[in-house]
């Protein structure tokens, strides 16, 4: 497990996540304009928290739990498939 994996897994700790898949996609952007250094990641979340939120309200609790590594320079971009159980094993 590489420690970015690590971080962002122990920051998703409060979602009670159920399902956690991560893919690091850096090398695939390796110097495109804008990326100042930060990795391209996708994630995989599945938390009964989601229930009865939307789409993007989803993506935000992620993304706000997140915001440091954002804001250090260290994810410079982040796919996020965010599910509940009753929509990920269906």
Not at 13 to 39: I, K, M, P, T, Y
């Amino acid at each position: 497990m590489s420690p970015m994996q690590q971080q962002i897994e122990q920051r998703l700790q409060h979602l009670a996540v159920e399902v956690f898949e991560f893919r690091d996609d850096s090398h695939l952007h390796a110097g495109h304009a804008g990326n100042q250094g930060g990795g391209h990641y996708a994630l995989l979340v599945v938390s009964e928290k989601f229930k009865d939120v939307s789409r993007i309200n989803r993506q935000r609790m992620v993304k706000e739990a997140l915001h440091d590594l954002f804001s250090d320079g260290l994810i410079h971009a982040l796919s996020i498939k965010a599910a509940t159980p009753d929509e990920y094993f269906s």
